[in-house]
Protein backbone atom coordinates (compact mmCIF):
# COMPACT_ATOMS: atom_id res chain seq x y z
CA UNK A 1 0.00 0.00 0.00
CA UNK A 2 0.78 3.35 -0.73
CA UNK A 3 2.37 5.65 1.70
CA UNK A 4 3.29 9.59 2.63
CA UNK A 5 4.74 10.56 5.59
CA UNK A 6 5.41 14.35 6.59
CA UNK A 7 7.96 14.50 9.79
CA UNK A 8 7.08 18.45 10.17
CA UNK A 9 3.68 19.14 11.86
CA UNK A 10 4.76 22.99 11.47
CA UNK A 11 7.70 25.44 10.15
CA UNK A 12 8.52 28.64 10.08
CA UNK A 13 10.33 30.89 7.67
CA UNK A 14 10.94 34.67 7.32
CA UNK A 15 9.71 36.53 4.71
CA UNK A 16 12.45 36.35 1.85
CA UNK A 17 14.19 33.66 3.15
CA UNK A 18 14.15 29.96 1.56
CA UNK A 19 12.69 26.77 3.33
CA UNK A 20 12.40 23.15 2.60
CA UNK A 21 9.39 21.00 3.57
CA UNK A 22 10.42 17.28 4.04
CA UNK A 23 8.05 14.31 2.57
CA UNK A 24 8.94 10.68 2.29
CA UNK A 25 6.81 8.47 0.75
CA UNK A 26 6.28 4.13 0.06
CA UNK A 27 5.16 2.59 -2.85
CA UNK A 28 6.28 -0.78 -4.38
CA UNK A 29 5.76 0.76 -8.21
CA UNK A 30 8.22 2.52 -10.35
CA UNK A 31 5.60 4.62 -12.22
CA UNK A 32 3.86 7.38 -10.27
CA UNK A 33 3.16 10.82 -9.67
CA UNK A 34 3.59 13.22 -6.75
CA UNK A 35 2.65 16.90 -5.86
CA UNK A 36 2.58 19.01 -3.67
CA UNK A 37 -0.71 20.96 -2.81
CA UNK A 38 -0.89 24.10 -0.78
CA UNK A 39 -4.32 24.71 1.47
CA UNK A 40 -4.39 28.35 2.73
CA UNK A 41 -6.53 29.68 5.13
CA UNK A 42 -9.15 29.77 2.74
CA UNK A 43 -9.46 25.93 2.61
CA UNK A 44 -8.85 26.22 -1.25
CA UNK A 45 -6.61 23.09 -2.17
CA UNK A 46 -3.92 24.22 -5.10
CA UNK A 47 -2.06 22.36 -6.93
CA UNK A 48 1.76 23.63 -6.47
CA UNK A 49 4.21 21.34 -8.16
CA UNK A 50 3.97 18.15 -9.71
CA UNK A 51 6.69 15.32 -10.71
CA UNK A 52 6.77 12.05 -12.59
CA UNK A 53 8.78 9.16 -11.49
CA UNK A 54 10.19 8.60 -14.71
CA UNK A 55 11.58 12.19 -15.10
CA UNK A 56 14.66 12.52 -13.31
CA UNK A 57 14.72 16.02 -13.83
CA UNK A 58 13.66 17.96 -10.60
CA UNK A 59 10.15 20.26 -11.20
CA UNK A 60 10.31 23.87 -11.32
CA UNK A 61 7.46 26.61 -10.92
CA UNK A 62 8.57 29.89 -10.05
CA UNK A 63 9.66 29.96 -6.35
CA UNK A 64 8.84 26.46 -6.14
CA UNK A 65 11.35 23.73 -6.85
CA UNK A 66 11.50 20.34 -5.61
CA UNK A 67 14.19 17.70 -5.10
CA UNK A 68 13.30 14.00 -5.66
CA UNK A 69 15.23 11.54 -4.40
CA UNK A 70 13.66 8.42 -6.31
CA UNK A 71 15.80 5.41 -4.32
CA UNK A 72 15.42 7.05 -1.07
CA UNK A 73 11.72 7.41 -1.79
CA UNK A 74 12.02 10.88 -0.70
CA UNK A 75 10.46 14.56 -2.49
CA UNK A 76 10.60 17.47 -0.54
CA UNK A 77 9.67 20.97 -1.45
CA UNK A 78 12.16 24.21 -1.34
CA UNK A 79 10.11 27.60 -1.73
CA UNK A 80 12.70 30.40 -2.52
CA UNK A 81 12.13 33.82 -1.48
CA UNK A 82 9.38 33.46 0.83
CA UNK A 83 6.09 35.49 0.59
CA UNK A 84 3.12 36.20 3.09
CA UNK A 85 0.81 34.84 0.64
CA UNK A 86 2.80 31.42 1.07
CA UNK A 87 1.59 30.67 4.47
CA UNK A 88 -0.40 27.90 4.57
CA UNK A 89 -0.77 23.82 5.18
CA UNK A 90 1.14 22.60 2.63
CA UNK A 91 0.34 18.56 1.63
CA UNK A 92 2.69 15.75 0.01
CA UNK A 93 0.68 13.09 -1.93
CA UNK A 94 0.83 10.22 -4.58
CA UNK A 95 -0.74 8.83 -6.73
CA UNK A 96 -0.27 5.21 -8.82
CA UNK A 97 -0.63 4.36 -12.57
CA UNK A 98 -4.27 3.55 -11.90
CA UNK A 99 -4.58 4.13 -8.15
CA UNK A 100 -6.23 6.98 -6.30
CA UNK A 101 -4.50 9.67 -4.56
CA UNK A 102 -3.06 9.23 -0.73
CA UNK A 103 -2.09 12.34 1.32
CA UNK A 104 0.66 12.96 3.91
CA UNK A 105 -0.64 14.41 7.12
CA UNK A 106 0.50 18.19 6.05
CA UNK A 107 2.83 20.54 7.24
CA UNK A 108 1.70 24.04 8.67
CA UNK A 109 4.26 26.72 6.91
CA UNK A 110 4.05 30.55 8.83
CA UNK A 111 5.95 32.99 7.46
CA UNK A 112 7.40 35.77 9.46
CA UNK A 113 7.72 39.65 8.65
CA UNK B 1 -15.73 28.20 -15.06
CA UNK B 2 -16.88 27.68 -11.90
CA UNK B 3 -14.76 24.82 -11.54
CA UNK B 4 -15.72 22.17 -8.61
CA UNK B 5 -18.59 23.40 -6.35
CA UNK B 6 -20.03 22.26 -3.24
CA UNK B 7 -22.80 22.89 -1.30
CA UNK B 8 -23.26 23.61 1.37
CA UNK B 9 -20.63 25.38 2.70
CA UNK B 10 -21.59 25.23 6.47
CA UNK B 11 -23.75 22.71 8.26
CA UNK B 12 -24.67 21.48 12.02
CA UNK B 13 -26.53 18.40 12.55
CA UNK B 14 -27.41 16.40 15.24
CA UNK B 15 -26.63 12.76 15.99
CA UNK B 16 -29.20 10.58 13.54
CA UNK B 17 -30.19 12.95 11.34
CA UNK B 18 -29.55 12.50 7.53
CA UNK B 19 -28.23 14.89 4.94
CA UNK B 20 -26.60 15.26 1.45
CA UNK B 21 -23.43 17.13 0.25
CA UNK B 22 -23.87 18.21 -3.22
CA UNK B 23 -20.99 18.39 -5.75
CA UNK B 24 -20.97 19.95 -9.00
CA UNK B 25 -17.82 20.28 -11.58
CA UNK B 26 -18.27 22.20 -15.06
CA UNK B 27 -14.72 20.94 -16.32
CA UNK B 28 -16.05 17.62 -18.40
CA UNK B 29 -13.74 15.59 -15.92
CA UNK B 30 -14.58 11.65 -15.50
CA UNK B 31 -13.58 11.30 -12.00
CA UNK B 32 -15.10 12.50 -8.82
CA UNK B 33 -13.58 11.87 -5.66
CA UNK B 34 -14.74 12.91 -1.58
CA UNK B 35 -12.67 13.31 1.01
CA UNK B 36 -12.71 14.01 4.08
CA UNK B 37 -10.02 16.27 6.23
CA UNK B 38 -8.96 15.97 10.07
CA UNK B 39 -6.87 17.41 11.91
CA UNK B 40 -3.11 15.90 12.11
CA UNK B 41 -4.56 12.90 9.00
CA UNK B 42 -4.07 14.85 5.80
CA UNK B 43 -6.79 14.44 3.24
CA UNK B 44 -8.42 10.77 3.28
CA UNK B 45 -10.40 9.34 0.44
CA UNK B 46 -14.16 8.11 1.07
CA UNK B 47 -15.30 7.11 -2.06
CA UNK B 48 -14.45 7.62 -5.52
CA UNK B 49 -16.48 7.29 -8.89
CA UNK B 50 -13.77 6.71 -12.26
CA UNK B 51 -16.55 8.09 -14.79
CA UNK B 52 -20.03 7.92 -14.93
CA UNK B 53 -22.18 4.96 -13.49
CA UNK B 54 -19.23 3.51 -11.49
CA UNK B 55 -18.14 4.48 -7.75
CA UNK B 56 -15.97 2.57 -5.45
CA UNK B 57 -15.03 3.01 -2.10
CA UNK B 58 -11.74 4.65 -0.50
CA UNK B 59 -10.35 4.21 2.59
CA UNK B 60 -12.78 5.52 4.86
CA UNK B 61 -16.61 4.33 3.52
CA UNK B 62 -18.07 3.35 6.56
CA UNK B 63 -21.44 5.52 7.09
CA UNK B 64 -21.45 7.19 3.65
CA UNK B 65 -23.11 6.44 0.22
CA UNK B 66 -22.38 8.08 -3.02
CA UNK B 67 -24.62 8.71 -6.01
CA UNK B 68 -23.06 9.44 -9.48
CA UNK B 69 -26.23 11.29 -10.63
CA UNK B 70 -24.47 12.53 -14.26
CA UNK B 71 -21.15 13.36 -15.50
CA UNK B 72 -21.14 16.72 -13.85
CA UNK B 73 -22.59 15.83 -10.14
CA UNK B 74 -21.29 13.69 -7.51
CA UNK B 75 -23.39 13.08 -4.05
CA UNK B 76 -22.71 11.95 -0.94
CA UNK B 77 -24.68 10.97 1.83
CA UNK B 78 -24.66 10.77 5.78
CA UNK B 79 -27.86 8.15 6.70
CA UNK B 80 -27.61 8.53 10.33
CA UNK B 81 -24.94 11.41 11.56
CA UNK B 82 -22.41 10.54 13.67
CA UNK B 83 -20.49 13.04 16.61
CA UNK B 84 -17.24 10.74 14.34
CA UNK B 85 -18.10 12.14 11.21
CA UNK B 86 -17.12 15.82 12.11
CA UNK B 87 -15.16 16.90 9.81
CA UNK B 88 -14.32 19.15 6.62
CA UNK B 89 -15.52 17.36 3.35
CA UNK B 90 -13.88 17.91 -0.04
CA UNK B 91 -15.13 17.38 -3.48
CA UNK B 92 -12.45 17.04 -6.24
CA UNK B 93 -12.44 15.80 -10.12
CA UNK B 94 -9.91 14.94 -12.95
CA UNK B 95 -9.42 13.80 -15.97
CA UNK B 96 -9.18 10.57 -15.15
CA UNK B 97 -8.35 8.12 -11.65
CA UNK B 98 -4.29 8.46 -11.26
CA UNK B 99 -2.42 9.00 -14.34
CA UNK B 100 -0.97 12.08 -12.34
CA UNK B 101 -4.11 14.21 -13.49
CA UNK B 102 -4.29 16.95 -11.33
CA UNK B 103 -7.50 16.77 -9.19
CA UNK B 104 -9.76 19.88 -8.98
CA UNK B 105 -11.10 20.50 -5.59
CA UNK B 106 -14.06 22.29 -4.25
CA UNK B 107 -13.99 24.77 -1.60
CA UNK B 108 -15.32 22.43 0.98
CA UNK B 109 -18.23 21.73 3.43
CA UNK B 110 -17.42 22.34 7.15
CA UNK B 111 -19.60 19.84 9.07
CA UNK B 112 -20.41 19.86 12.58
CA UNK B 113 -22.56 16.99 14.22
CA UNK B 114 -23.69 17.25 17.59
Known amino acids: AQTVTQSQPEMSVQEAETVTLSCTYD???????LFWYKQPPSRQMILVIR??????QNATENRFSVNFQKAAKSFSLKISDSQLGDAAMYFC??????????FGAGTILRVKS | NAGVTQTPKFQVLKTGQSMTLQCAQD?????MYWYRQDPGMGLRLIYY???????DKGEVPNGYNVSRLNKREFSLRLESAAPSQTSVYFC?????????????FGPGTRLTVT
Open chain 2, 92 to 104: ASSESPGDGYEQY
Open chain 1, 27 to 33: TSESDYY
Open chain 1, 51 to 56: QEAYKQ
Open chain 1, 93 to 102: ALVEYGNKLV
Open chain 2, 27 to 31: MNHNS
Open chain 2, 49 to 55: SASEGTT
